[in-house]
């Protein structure tokens, strides 16, 4: 059984960083795609954050500049640095992604992790 376990959340003041990161723990062969979305309360999950195999990540405007995502395949982690960070990216953070297990693609979502900017 293939997971994703997000960490690194937590509380900061406004214009701190925080570095999430996601491993994918369990059996399967490599990670394909993976994203980053948040959540606040009652609003829809966004998405954030996404990196292809090989690819360059791409981002949500409101984060383009502040937010690095970036993936060590041989940890089959994935991570999203954050910096400059604002009330409004207060959220709880999803990792997700689409992983090779039994020359199956398929699509996990990490449990996700908080994350609260405040002063």
């Known amino acids: 059984q293939v997971q994703l376990v997000e960490s690194g959340g937590g509380l900061v003041q406004p214009g701190g960083s925080l570095t999430l990161s996601c491993v994918a723990s369990?059996?399967?062969?490599?990670?394909?795609?993976a994203a980053w979305y948040r959540q606040t309360p009652g609003k829809e999950r966004e998405w954030v954050a996404g990196?292809?195999?090989?690819?360059?990540?791409n981002y949500l405007d409101s984060v383009e500049g502040r937010f690095t995502m970036s993936r060590d395949d041989v940890k089959h982690t994935v991570y999203l640095q954050m910096v400059s960070l604002k009330p409004e990216d207060t959220a709880v953070y999803y990792c997700?992604?689409?992983?090779?297990?039994?020359?199956?693609?398929?699509?996990?979502w990490g449990q996700g992790t908080q994350v609260t900017v405040s002063s």
């Open positions: 990196i292809s195999n090989g690819g360059m990540p």
């Open positions: 997700n992604a689409d992983i090779w297990a039994n020359h199956r693609l398929k699509d996990y």
């Open positions: 369990g059996t399967f062969t490599a990670i394909n795609t």
